[in-house]
């Protein structure tokens, strides 16, 4: 699990490192965060690789309706990429992002067993796309 840890933490700073890049490259880099995310747990379904957390670890809710539904983020995310600011997200993704540290935090808390990474998987890809809302609140110029 080692290698799923280590891709975890790289996650996290490359989403904090695309708030810092222009506007499309911080929507393109975060919208192929996401893709891995999504590809990983088709892998996980698939082929269950040993370097990969079983699919317990990726989702709560059932991968039948979670995998239509991260499909269509994905469309939309790609779809977004070019599009003019939406100033009304930044406030939902600000909120959206401190609801994932206070989730971490009660999980780490309830379940000190699970620390650090067990469960993680998807707090950390709602950080990234709670990074893609801020961003594509933000102002392109």
């Known amino acids: ?30 919208t192929a965060l996401f893709a891995v995310r999504v590809t990983g747990q088709v892998a996980v379904l698939v082929a269950r690789p ?11 809710v059932p991968y039948a309706i979670l995998l239509p539904v991260q499909v269509a983020l994905l469309v939309a995310m790609v779809t977004l990429v070019g599009a003019s600011s939406q100033p009304a997200f930044a406030p ?4 959206y992002a401190g609801v994932m ?8 808390w309830l379940r000190p067993n ?24 933000s102002d392109p110029r």
């Open 50 to 60: 040993r370097w990969l957390p079983p699919m317990a670890q990726w989702n709560f």
């Open 114 to 137: 699970a620390r650090w990474f067990g469960g993680a998987i998807p707090i950390v890809f709602h950080v990234v796309l709670a990074a893609f809302l801020y961003v594509l609140a």
């Open 92 to 95: 939902v993704a600000v909120v």
């Open 1 to 30: 699990m080692r290698v799923t840890e280590a891709a975890l933490v790289a996650t996290l700073a490359l989403a904090t490192t695309a708030l810092a890049l222009s506007r499309p490259a911080a929507m393109t880099l975060l």
């Open 101 to 108: 540290v206070v989730r971490y935090a009660l999980r780490m």
